[in-house]
T-cell receptor, first 114, second 115 residues
């Protein structure tokens, strides 16, 4: 069965420092991969997605993610974190063909310290 | 995303009551979904609909029902609410770009408290 693991429940980063959020997936077919962000009291906003092609994908708000098939990973990165990035981040995987039944990770809460 | 709206945004109800959560979208998408979010569990799929006549159960459909009144409207009902249905509920819609894939877009959520 497909699954997504986000091993870090909480991460604290200083403002201006770099960020990497980990995501590992288990999927029996070619996956589609997504990162969503949920700001406090808000819905889920799509940050970026990987369908095919270049394994380094760029998203909104300065985020990027790299798909590594050999490691079954899709880690999210940002070179310099801003206080407004404090939120919960969800990785999700879905089918590349057929019905897109997304499976979500349990989320990583990012705290940004001054 | 303002294209997907959910009402109400917050709801408090009592055990045994029937309640309905509503979702509307202006994105013109055929596919719609209902999820619930619980702390530490991520999002879990309750029901999904490919079009008005095609409704399917997700992984946690027990205790819930849905109605797809139109392409743009998808409602979730709790027939007899119980406290463990206290959660944040999300509606989502998706498009399918030919040859590319499907992306889901989420509403702002409805926070439900069952006493």
């Amino acid at each position: 069965a497909q699954s997504v693991t986000q091993p870090d429940i909480h991460i604290t980063v200083s403002e201006g420092a770099s960020l990497e959020l980990r995501c590992n997936y288990s999927y029996g077919a070619t996956p589609y991969l997504f990162w969503y962000v949920q700001s406090p009291g808000q819905g889920l906003q799509l940050l970026l997605k990987y369908f095919s092609g270049d394994t380094l994908v760029q998203g909104i708000k300065g985020f990027e993610a790299e798909f590594k098939r050999s490691q079954s990973s899709f880690n999210l990165r940002k070179p310099s974190v801003h206080w407004s990035d404090a939120a919960e981040y969800f990785c999700a995987v879905g089918a590349a063909k057929g019905f897109q039944k997304l499976v979500f990770g349990t989320g990583t809460r990012l705290l940004v310290s001054p | 995303d303002a294209d997907v709206t959910q009402t109400p945004r917050n709801r408090i109800t009592k055990t045994g009551k029937r309640i309905m959560l509503e979702c509307s979208q202006t994105k013109g998408h055929d596919r719609m979904y209902w999820y619930r979010q619980d702390p530490g569990l991520g999002l879990r799929l309750i029901y999904y609909s490919f079009d008005v006549k095609d409704i399917n159960k997700g992984e946690i459909s027990d205790g819930y029902s849905v109605s797809r009144q139109a392409q743009a409207k998808f409602s979730l009902s709790l027939e007899s609410a119980i406290p463990n249905q206290t959660a944040l509920y999300f509606c989502a819609t998706s498009d399918i770009l030919s040859g590319v894939g499907e992306t889901q877009y989420f509403g702002p959520g409805t926070r439900l408290l069952v006493l």
